[in-house]
């Protein structure tokens, strides 16, 4: 009886402690609704952000040793953890070889002097301080970078500080060729969306004549704007001006005048690519080849051969080896639906296919960005992704004739 009763107390204690449970879940679930809708209670913001810290994990910190232009001071990894303390190793540290160490509390927070969060960036970065850029606020800016990771962003914008991979960091922080009021422009994250490199050199020179995609060109006036989407798709102009920087308005690779009968206009080119821009005399061959090296998208591929009838038949190989060369996942996604060559069977001599070879390539990171990027493409969207994957014929697992 005595086994008995002590079974049925235990389940009695084990059916409290479970609803118990679920009341405080049930009570956090109340917490973080309010928080969505709290219209900036930080108080809550807070207590949801707090987080627990493990020897090993990568952070970045603030204290009054940090060099602003060396982010290497101000990010380190946690080699102590003392309640509410955490003993830091800058990565500073670790290329010198020394043994000096931070000591940090993990509950302060901006304004305080000294904080932490955790880092879920990665370690490289594009631009180096110096580079000339282009930024996007409103418009693209012209810009030289400044800073490499500038944390301290956060604290002067009054952002919240991070707690998840998904959270806001700044990667950049970059002076502006035009001082507007506002002397520098932040980048968020290191892509095409927010930093670009402002070109050095230049496919083509003033005086060109060239032929424009009408639907990239932007319009110098609405009424330019307005004759470049009633023309047909390319439109013959010449180049009036490269590297276009002017305050207050987008920046342009290129300006080009264009004629709509006898009244003259002009229009801004973004890109220095093919599919934006090309010779008016241009070898239909050549531009194939240099959309490929650029990785301009399938549907201008499939412009060129069918426009300028190109067979790629003849020359099969050179186009493959070109797609490869350059890592162009656009170029693969072509060859593989519009011109039935099968890119996952493609070896070398030395038994290499083609995702061997591509990892070779000096683009390898903008091809893995690419098939990263199409992963996430949403049901129902039409557009076309390259099949790395056969079914029973994994391409990650194959060997070249070396055993590697």
Request: glycine share 6%; aromatic share 10%.
């Amino acid at each position: 009886m005595g086994k008995k009763s002590k079974k049925k107390g235990g389940a009695a204690n084990k059916a409290a402690r479970k609803e118990k449970l679920q009341e405080r879940r049930e009570q956090q679930l109340d917490q973080l609704d309010q928080n969505s809708d709290d219209g900036g209670n930080t108080e809550l913001v807070d207590n949801r952000r707090d987080r627990e810290y493990f020897v090993g994990d990568r952070v970045w910190f603030k204290n009054d040793f940090c060099d602003g232009e060396n982010p290497n001071t101000y990010r380190g990894i946690v080699y102590s953890v003392n309640r509410d303390f955490l003993k830091i190793k800058p990565l500073q540290a670790l290329i010198d070889g020394g043994d000096y160490t931070e000591i940090i509390p993990t509950k302060t927070k901006p304004p305080d002097k000294t904080y932490v969060f955790p880092d879920f960036c990665d370690m490289t970065l594009r631009f180096d301080i110096g580079d000339k850029v282009i930024c996007k606020a409103d418009d693209w800016i012209p810009a030289t970078v400044s800073y490499r990771w500038p944390i301290f962003e956060l604290e002067e914008q009054n952002f919240p500080l991070p707690s998840a991979a998904v959270d806001l960091v700044p990667h950049y922080k970059c002076n502006k060729l035009f001082d507007d009021g506002y002397p520098s422009v932040a980048a968020p994250y290191d892509n095409n969306d927010c930093i670009q490199s402002r070109p050095s050199t230049f496919r083509f020179k003033v005086g060109d004549s060239v032929t424009i995609n009408s639907m990239k060109a932007r319009g110098n006036t609405a009424a330019a704007a307005n004759h470049l989407r009633r023309n047909a798709e390319w439109t013959d102009g010449k180049i009036i001006l490269a590297d276009v920087c002017e305050e207050g308005l987008d920046y342009a690779v290129y300006e080009c005048s264009f004629k709509v009968a006898a009244k003259k206009y002009s229009c801004f080119i973004n890109d220095d690519y093919d599919e934006h821009i090309a010779l008016v005399d241009a070898d239909p061959r050549k531009r194939l080849f240099d959309a490929i090296e650029q990785d301009c998208s399938r549907h201008h591929l499939i412009y060129l051969t069918s426009h300028f009838n190109i067979d790629i038949t003849a020359f099969r190989d050179l186009v493959m080896t070109k797609a490869i060369e350059f890592a162009s996942y656009n170029a693969l996604t072509w060859l593989q639906h519009d011109c039935g060559i099968d890119v996952r069977r493609v070896k070398d001599k030395a038994g290499n296919k083609f995702l061997h070879m591509i990892a070779n390539s000096p683009f390898a990171s903008r091809f893995i960005r690419k098939v990263g990027g199409n992963s996430y493409l949403r049901e129902g969207r039409d557009d076309v992704t390259l099949d790395i994957i056969e079914f029973g014929n994994l391409p990650m697992k194959d060997l070249n004739n070396d055993g590697e």
